[in-house]
């Protein structure tokens, strides 16, 4: 049981290229959501999917497109980077009505 | 507009030294209220839910409490492996419960030996 995993560990693009961060869960939970951690903003929400095939705009959605690709995946498209992008993203998985997030590990990412 | 803010930004504590670290929201209707523990270069790890006021968890020399304001996390006797940044996070109510948490900044703890 992994719990939540993240792909990759740390990447750095230059201003334009496109990216996926990739993001799995093995505990059955309907939902899923990716937050940005910046110093001094604390953790804030990009995007959600309550359930299997919707999405929804969080806190700073800007810049950034979501896909859930089944009820275990749930992927973070950067398709032209920024350098106001650079942070470190975090994905959660959760269980309507029982509230509590679990988080992966993190990718770092750095925009140039 | 839903608020977390926590104090102080940053506490150092000798080991053995107890203290508290101070939640406060402002929420439309509060479904939850959840302490992390973020270690350097990791994923925030879970540590309570707290539902209402009055409520209280313990948790090794941890103690999370909650008012109607606030939360604090109580640290007894703390060690050197208690050292991280501990997040706060709320949970507002309404009928499109999406799980969404709003976070504070955090508290980053240094507990010397």
């Known amino acids: 049981n992994a719990g939540v995993t993240q792909t990759p560990k740390f990447q750095v693009l230059k201003t334009g290229q496109s990216m996926t961060l990739q993001c799995a869960q093995d505990?059955?939970?309907?939902?899923m959501y990716w937050y940005r951690q910046d110093p001094g903003m604390g953790l804030r929400l990009i995007y959600y999917?309550?359930?299997?095939?919707?999405?929804d705009k969080g806190e700073v959605p800007n810049g950034y497109n979501v896909s859930r690709l089944n009820k275990r995946e749930f992927s973070l498209r950067l398709e032209s980077a920024a350098p106001s992008q650079t942070s470190v993203y975090f994905c959660?998985?959760?269980?309507?009505?029982?509230?509590?997030?679990?988080f992966g590990p993190g990718t770092r990412l750095l925009v140039l | 507009e839903d608020q977390v803010t926590q104090s102080p930004e940053a506490l150092r504590l000798q080991e053995g030294e107890s203290s508290s670290l101070n939640c406060s929201y402002t929420?439309?209707?509060?479904?939850?209220l959840f302490w992390y523990r973020q270690d350097p270069g990791k994923g925030p790890e879970f540590l309570f839910t707290?539902?209402?006021a009055g409520e209280e968890k313990e948790k090794e020399r941890l103690k999370a409490t909650l008012t109607k304001k606030e939360s604090f996390l109580h640290i007894t006797a703390p060690k050197p492996e208690d050292s991280a940044t501990y997040l706060c996070?709320?949970?507002?109510?309404?009928?499109?419960?999406?799980?969404?948490?709003?976070f504070g900044q955090g508290t980053t703890l240094q507990v010397k030996p």
């Open positions: 959660a998985s959760g269980l309507p009505g029982q509230e509590t997030q679990y």
């Open positions: 505990m059955n939970h309907n939902s």
């Open positions: 999917s309550a359930s299997e095939g919707t999405t």
């Open positions: 929420v439309s209707g509060l479904r939850g």
């Open positions: 707290l539902y209402s």
């Open positions: 996070a709320v949970q507002a109510g309404g009928s499109s419960n999406t799980g969404k948490l709003i």
